[in-house]
């Protein structure tokens, strides 16, 4: 006599349906990573942050290398193309001067073998002669390859005005 979970497995729509469960759940990040060990890439992430800032405002153009992958794009509060080539010949050059840059409202989240970053960063440079002082939220992805986590995109946005904006908003039409 056949009992009815033997049966049900037989199914080939339960099968395809658990098939489908197994491969999602493998698959999704935090399912298949244990908490600590999320815990530990979320603070690795964010170590690696922080030596993205100290490369910044030392200029150490050798952790930059270090930290961004050879396909690196990023995108300037301006809207232009940055490569890792053309980043790290501004760092040998001194084009950017950061002499502070201070980090807030960090969110790590992590998908497998990438990671996302945003932040706001408050800082005091220049660019050539242009004071690029100011508020700027950003978004920086990480990539693991071969083991290591490496930059491979990064976009930020200039935050304008913002008190100005939120008093426009409240005030009536």
Partial sequence: MRRHSDCALRSPRVRYALAAFLLFALGHSALALPRREQRAIHKEIEALEQQWREAIINNNVSTMNHLLADDYIGITSNGTIETKAQVLAQS????????????????????????????????????????????????????????????????????HDVDARATKKNRPV
């Avoid at 950017?96 to 945003?118: E, N």
């Fill in 92 to 159: 040998r050059a001194g084009t950017v001067r950061i002499s502070k840059l201070d980090l807030s409202d960090i969110h790590v989240r992590v998908y497998g073998d990438t990671a996302v970053v945003t932040s706001v960063a408050d800082l005091v440079g220049t660019n050539g002669a242009s004071d690029i002082s100011g508020e700027y939220r950003y978004t920086r992805v990480y990539n693991r390859r071969l083991g290591q986590w490496k930059i491979v995109s990064f976009e930020a946005s200039r935050m």
